[in-house]
């Protein structure tokens, strides 16, 4: 049922590292039909940090998607698995552009998280530094 796949990531999300084999599981999550469902599976990834790095290619997908919270939940995450989500470079640097500052502000704060392999992201985090009217983007 719903709740039943709800509750399941949710619990996922509690106990952190030790599930890692689990990730596939969140990653099939993230594809769900009811969007709270993939909101929290997007959302346990991130909590569990580089114990996530097998869903990366998932979220960068996410960090395309038109919904209020997914791209957002997706930046956040890619941010927490830091260096293992260095593949996701070039869809956080065109997450910069994304109308919502909140995931702007995860976008680039991913993009520090992911360290040297964010280095072609430079000149667009500048660009974004010098021109976002959101402070917390700024």
Known sequence: SM???RVAT???KRYGPAVA???PALVQAMTDRDVLVRRRAVYAAGELGPTAAAAVHALIDILKEDDL?????AALGLGKIGPA???AVP???EALKNP???VRRNAAAALGKVGPAAKAAVPALRARVSNDL???VR
């Open 10 to 12: 949710e619990a996922l």
């Open 69 to 73: 919270w997914l791209p957002e939940y």
């Open 134 to 136: 959101e402070v917390e």
């Open 21 to 23: 084999e689990e990730v």
């Open 91 to 93: 869809a956080l640097t």
């Open 100 to 102: 919502a500052f909140l």
């Open 85 to 87: 989500a260095g593949v």
């Open 3 to 5: 709740e039943t796949r």
